[in-house]
């Protein structure tokens, strides 16, 4: 059964860096798109980055182009998000998804990990 775990959260200044892990195990994620969602405080969950199984194509959501990347590591069987230029409206629980073979960026379905906590400050 697979099973995900996030790390790599924190506090951060406004416009800093912050790069987050996936670890998977119980199962190889080669033939799994990964997705990072996110969820603020009295907020839905919301699509952040989708990467297809191969890790050659990447999706992100309007408010993260061109300042977060996504990526996977089918060897280390892992998943990263790379966050740079962070604004405080960034800050939010930061979850790792599974979703099968095919991106989703509808935060209902696949295996979910228990997120990491994200803080940008002013």
């Known amino acids: 059964q697979l099973q995900l775990v996030e790390s790599g959260g924190g506090s951060v200044q406004a416009g800093g860096s912050l790069r987050l892990s996936c670890v998977a195990s119980?199962?190889?994620?080669?033939?799994?798109?990964m997705g990072w969602f996110r969820q603020a405080p009295g907020k839905e969950r919301e699509f952040v980055a989708a990467?297809?199984?191969?890790?050659?194509?990447?999706y992100y959501a309007d408010s993260v182009k061109g300042r977060f990347t996504i990526s996977k590591d089918n060897v280390e069987n892992m998943a990263y998000l790379q966050m740079n230029n962070l604004r405080p409206e960034d800050t939010a629980v930061y979850y790792c998804n599974a979703p099968g073979g095919m991106v989703v960026t509808k935060a209902n379905s696949g295996v979910w990990g228990p997120g990491t906590q994200v803080t940008v400050v002013s």
């Open positions: 990467v297809n199984w191969s890790g050659g194509s990447t």
């Open positions: 119980g199962r190889r994620i080669n033939s799994y798109a």
